[in-house]
């Protein structure tokens, strides 16, 4: 089992924290930036297509709820039964960086901020 660690490189596109995700602690997924098989995922296709970390690099969408990819069914169910904010998530790595986010997760052993 892999222990929950701070590395930029696990925060997902949708701005979770891969880095203490049960999937990728039971090494059931690398995380999202190396997740091949999640070809389905439209806002992980947004953001390799523009060279983005995360959501929260988008120039084109301010705000990620407006965004008919990050804000859809799927992501509303998600968040619902996960008590997941995706979007605080996206802007606190907007308003402090990627570095900052990743400490704050691993500190917290959180994938996300909880609503």
Known sequence: MRTVVKDRNLIAYCGLYCGAC???????CNGCQKNDKASWCKIRTCCIDNKYLSCADCKTVVNAEDCKKFNNILSKIFGLIFRSNRKACVELIKE??????????????????KK
Request: hydrophobic share 30%; glycine share 4%.
């Open 22 to 28: 049960r999937s990728y602690l039971t090494e059931k």
């Open 96 to 113: 402090k960086g990627t570095e900052y986010f990743a400490a704050e997760m691993s500190a917290k052993k959180t994938h996300t901020i």
